[in-house]
C-alpha cells in the first residue's frame, strides 16, 4: 500500500499568509494527487487534482505542485473562509489512502 | 446539479449488519465508479470501497474486506453498502462520492451518513 505523509499536521497562520502544506507518497504516484479541504461538520471539497489542476469554482489562490512522491499544496493569500482541514489523497492505485490531515487555525 | 444522497445509517449492536444507500442524480450514473469513505468522529478521511460503473470491479479496504459489499442499481441510480460483523471501530460517517476521470478521483461527496456502532 502507498503511504501518505503529510506535514505539519497543524499549523496556524495570519489573514494574508502564504502558506504551503506538503504531502510525501511512498512511493512514485506519478501526478495522482488531489487536495481537499474541509470544514468542521462539512462535506470534504475538492481544490486540486493531477496534482497541479484546480478544480473548477475554487479560487486561484489554490495551486499544488510536485510529482512523483513530493507535492504541495499552496494558498497565495490566507482568506478568513480558508481555516480549515486539508487532505492530500493518492489515486495512483487502491487502496486509495489519504494523507494524515492538516489543520490550519488562526493566528 | 450531481446530487448523493445517504441513508440506511443508525445505531447497531457489535456483530449486527446494515446497509448504506446512496442516491444519485444529476450525472449519468451508469458511467461513473462509484466509491463509499468514512471519518470516524475526530479522525481523519479513510477510503472503504469503490466499485466500476457497470459494477464488474470492486476494491475494497484491507479493513473490510470480507464484512462490507459493495453494489449499485444502475436501473436506479443507487449505491450500496451492506456492512456485516460490525465493529465498534466502524463507528463513522460515511460518504459515497462519485468518481472522474481515469484512474478515478473522488470529485463530488454527498452530505454523509452517522453509523455508530456500540452496545
Known amino acids: 500500500d502507498i503511504q501518505m505523509t503529510q506535514s505539519p499536521s497543524a499549523m496556524s497562520a495570519s489573514v494574508g499568509d502564504r502558506v504551503t502544506i506538503t504531502c510525501r507518497a511512498s512511493?512514485?504516484?506519478?501526478?495522482?494527487l488531489a487536495w481537499f479541504q474541509q470544514k468542521p461538520g462539512k462535506v470534504p471539497k475538492r481544490l486540486i487534482y493531477?496534482?497541479?489542476s484546480l478544480q473548477s469554482g475554487v479560487p486561484s489562490r489554490f495551486s499544488g505542485s510536485g510529482s512523483g512522491t513530493e507535492f504541495t499544496l499552496t494558498i497565495s493569500s490566507l482568506q478568513p473562509e480558508d481555516f480549515a482541514t486539508y487532505y492530500c489523497?493518492?489515486?495512483?492505485?487502491?487502496?486509495?489512502?489519504f494523507g494524515q490531515g492538516t489543520k490550519l487555525e488562526i493566528k | 446539479e450531481v446530487q448523493l444522497l445517504e441513508s440506511g445509517g443508525g445505531l447497531v449492536q457489535p456483530g449486527g449488519s446494515l446497509r448504506l444507500s446512496c442516491a444519485a442524480s444529476?450525472?449519468?450514473?451508469?458511467?461513473?465508479?462509484m466509491s463509499w469513505l468514512r471519518q470516524a468522529p475526530g479522525k481523519g478521511l479513510e477510503w472503504v470501497s469503490t466499485?466500476?460503473?457497470?459494477?464488474?470491479?470492486?476494491w475494497y479496504a484491507d479493513s473490510v474486506k470480507g464484512r462490507f459489499t459493495i453494489s449499485r442499481d444502475n436501473s436506479n441510480n443507487t449505491l450500496y453498502l451492506q456492512m456485516n460483523s460490525l465493529r465498534v471501530e466502524d463507528t463513522a460517517v460515511y460518504y459515497c462520492?462519485?468518481?472522474?476521470?481515469?484512474?478515478?478521483?473522488?470529485?463530488?461527496w454527498g452530505q454523509g451518513i452517522l453509523v455508530t456502532v456500540s452496545s
Open positions: 489523497l493518492q489515486y495512483n492505485s487502491y487502496p486509495r489512502t
Open positions: 466499485i466500476m460503473g457497470d459494477g464488474g470491479i470492486r
Open positions: 462520492a462519485k468518481q472522474v476521470g481515469a484512474p478515478g478521483v473522488e470529485d463530488y
Open positions: 512511493q512514485d504516484i506519478n501526478n495522482y
Open positions: 493531477a496534482a497541479s
Open positions: 444529476g450525472f449519468t450514473f451508469s458511467r461513473n465508479a
